[in-house]
């Protein structure tokens, strides 16, 4: 069934969504408790819970339709790589921000979005095939502005997640592309 192909991204956002609901419920209390703080023990689980929280409701609702979208085109293209890049950038791109990152609390899950961004344009760059490029070309085109998000320069936003999201993506499209071919 063609749909299968994205009840992990269904179920990711639902997720999101349920832990946003409970984070505004309690008042943004997850954040301090799973977010990711740079450099400190406690803030380690971050890594793994980061793309998971959102400091406000905005947050959650803009960062939805690129997850939507990217993950919509890694479904389609590269549904045997999706989890294992998922997990390279949350793992690396995360350590990346714990061991770089400003001292302040990191939650959201652009460093995911910025990361599958890195890995479909990557993926055609090292792929050579047809499909990939003609992805690759279109999140260029669509989304490559948003390449402008990894430079600091926004109070509040990390672009540290966002660095080290699309370098931990480009990382993986070169370690798992023999394994992709047939996605």
């Not at 899950?109 to 003609?134: N, Y």
Request: with cysteine; aromatic share 14%.
């Amino acid at each position: 069934m063609a749909l299968g192909r994205f009840y992990w991204l269904a179920a990711l956002l639902g997720v999101i969504w349920a832990v946003e609901l409970v984070n505004l419920v309690t008042g943004y209390v997850l954040n301090g408790w799973l977010g990711l703080l740079p450099r400190t023990i406690g803030g380690l689980d971050g890594v793994l819970f980061m793309p998971f929280l959102h400091g406000s409701f905005s947050h959650v609702a803009a960062n939805t339709f690129p997850l939507i979208v990217l993950g919509s085109l890694l479904a389609i293209t590269a549904q045997k790589v999706v989890l294992m890049a998922s997990v390279i950038i949350i793992v690396l791109g995360g350590l990346g921000v714990w061991v770089f990152g400003a001292t302040a609390i990191h939650v959201g899950a652009s460093g995911l979005i910025f990361g599958w961004f890195g890995f479909l344009v990557a993926r055609g760059a090292v792929e050579k095939r047809a499909i990939p490029l003609l992805v690759a070309a279109g999140v260029t085109l669509f989304y490559g502005a948003m390449i402008w998000g990894i430079l600091p320069g926004q109070p509040g936003i990390s672009w540290e997640s966002h660095f080290f999201g699309c370098a931990a993506g480009i990382f993986a499209a070169f370690a798992l592309r023999n394994s992709a071919h047939s996605s």
